[in-house]
């Protein structure tokens, strides 16, 4: 069964770093592109950022730029989203989801298609 | 940032209606549009890639169509398992977007 199973959220001040984390199994991990979608409470969904199989490339939504990373660890099947200097609007449920295909050079698979599987997510609270 | 508008907002339909929901991109995004449904509490689930392919395991009831700006998902008979909100998503250019949803209600 694929699967994907996010872990890290919590109660974070303003200001504060978090890590979030989402366990992949049930494919070949290496060899996709991964993303982070959000969701504020009661809203609708927004990207996050993006990274390639190999973690070469990287890509960010404006609002989330120069205070986030994404990262793989691709011999432990996981990825990776380090937040920081948190708003409060950046409170919201995290899901990590896998691109369905994408474009793949000799080096690497790049996001380049619909977002076929998604985790439960992981819920971020940004409170003082 | 590529706009998308989807319409309506709220959708009130009963069981065995067709119900149709409509996306707009600000700009053209071929054919890279997905449709995605979500059921409070749960993720969001793939329904369409490519703008009409439907992804593995969605019934043929539903169905996507268009391409460049504007699309169409259409849901031909609607079942108990169908009342969801729905988001069309372009992953053409980047950053991706999402459209703010539509709820389908009985």
């Known amino acids: 069964e694929v699967l994907l199973v996010e872990s890290g959220g919590g109660l974070v001040q303003p200001g504060g770093s978090l890590r979030l984390s989402c366990a992949a199994s049930g494919f070949t991990f290496s060899t996709y592109a991964m993303y982070w979608v959000r969701q504020a409470p009661g809203k609708g969904l927004e990207y996050v950022s993006a990274?390639?199989?190999?973690?070469?490339?990287?890509y960010y939504a404006n609002s989330v730029k120069g205070r986030f990373t994404i990262s793989r660890d691709n011999s432990k099947n996981t990825l990776y989203l380090q937040m920081g200097s948190l708003r409060a609007e950046d409170m919201a449920v995290y899901y990590c989801?896998?691109?369905?295909?994408?474009?793949?050079?000799?080096?690497?698979?790049?996001?380049?298609?619909?977002?076929?599987?998604w985790g439960q997510g992981t819920m971020v609270t940004v409170s003082s | 940032e590529i706009v998308m508008t989807q319409s309506p907002a709220t959708l009130s339909v009963s069981p065995g209606e067709r119900a149709t929901l409509s996306c707009r991109a600000s700009?053209?995004?071929?054919?890279?549009l997905a449709w995605y449904q979500q059921k409070p509490g749960q993720a969001p689930r793939l329904l369409i890639y490519?703008?009409?392919t439907r992804a593995t395991g969605i019934p043929a009831r539903l169905s996507g169509s268009g391409s460049g700006t504007e699309f169409t998902l259409t849901i031909s008979s609607l079942q108990s398992e169908d009342f969801a909100v729905y988001y069309c998503q372009q992953y053409n250019n980047w950053p991706r977007t999402f459209g703010q949803g539509t709820k389908v209600e009985i």
């Open positions: 990274l390639s199989s190999t973690g070469g490339s990287t």
């Open positions: 490519g703008a009409s």
């Open positions: 700009q053209s995004v071929s054919s890279n």
């Open positions: 989801a896998k691109d369905r295909m994408g474009y793949c050079s000799s080096a690497s698979c790049y996001p380049a298609d619909a977002l076929d599987i």
